[in-house]
């Protein structure tokens, strides 16, 4: 691996995002990595508890809008200047993009999130967007006292990310401000809505983090997974699994009209894009 560390820490399964460089930007690399991480700690009998954090002065500043829309070779290899994605975009339009979202962030974030063990994430700096979708997944979340949470997307002509985790997050109204105003929510306030579990000082979060994970690992394996399951569930029949799918349709028209008045997947050129994250 190279974007992702993974180790293990008796029975805690640590996930790391060591893209500091990127501000922990994702692109398929790091995706990839990231769920054979989780993998990993979900098939390891020993681990108990799943630790989520990130190398650098911020979580994640979301998808990495530098790469380019030509596909990757057999040997799983772009070329060029630019790192590329599967997402041939220019030569099979929105079905290319579809297939691979549902894959890379919709799949990828609901496997995350339904893995029987419980997960912590550790969230310091920027969690923008993107960064939104590797830490909602997650069973609780501890935040540095310099966290921030916002999904600008919508500058962008898109709906919303692609795990449409808002409504659910931090209730129907805040998620409308979140979307509609681009504005960041700070750590206290994302407790106060119930997003975020804790809140303490940056310094103290990786030791808080583990400290908490320890303790639940202590737990019957089997009675953390039936815990998580029964939460998860009552979710699910309130509607959240069908919810998700369904935005994630909406958020493909967002696709699809950007590339029928622009030509490109979303209303803002690259540059400007990189300015906004």
């Known amino acids: 691996m190279e974007h992702i560390i993974y180790e293990v820490d008796g029975p805690v399964g640590i996930i790391t995002l060591d893209r500091a460089e990127k501000a922990n930007a994702v692109d398929q690399q790091s995706l990839d990595e ?11 009998r020993d681990v108990r508890v799943i630790v989520l954090k990130a190398n650098g002065k911020h979580f994640s500043s979301g998808h990495d809008i530098s790469v380019t829309d030509q596909a990757v070779g057999d040997d799983g290899k772009a070329t060029g200047d630019n790192p590329g994605t599967q997402v041939d975009w220019k030569e099979r339009g929105l079905q290319a993009i579809y297939e691979w979202e549902t894959i890379h962030y919709l799949g990828y974030s609901r496997k995350w999130r339904d893995v029987p063990k419980p997960s912590i ?29 916002s999904d600008p997307v919508v500058r962008m002509g898109i709906g919303g990310v692609e795990y449409h985790g808002h409504t659910w997050e931090v209730g129907p109204r805040k998620a409308k401000e979140m979307l509609f105003t681009a504005r ?11 997003m975020v579990n804790r809140v303490v000082p940056l310094d103290d979060l ?50 699809g009209n950007a590339m029928t008045v622009g030509g490109y997947p979303v209303m803002i050129n690259l540059e400007q894009m990189k300015k906004t994250n």
């Open 34 to 44: 990231m769920d054979e991480a989780w993998s990993m700690a979900a098939a390891d």
């Open 121 to 149: 994430a550790a969230v310091q700096g920027a969690c923008i967007a993107g960064g939104l979708m590797l830490c909602w997944p997650c069973d609780l979340i501890i935040a540095a006292d310099n966290a921030r949470f």
């Open 184 to 194: 960041n929510f700070s750590a206290t306030e994302a407790e106060q809505l119930g």
């Open 206 to 255: 990786v030791d808080e983090t583990l400290k908490l994970a320890h303790q639940i690992a202590e737990m019957h394996p089997f009675a953390l997974a039936q815990a998580k399951r029964a939460v998860n569930q009552t979710m699910d029949v309130q509607g959240f699994y069908t919810a998700l799918q369904s935005v994630f349709d909406i958020h493909q028209t967002g696709h």
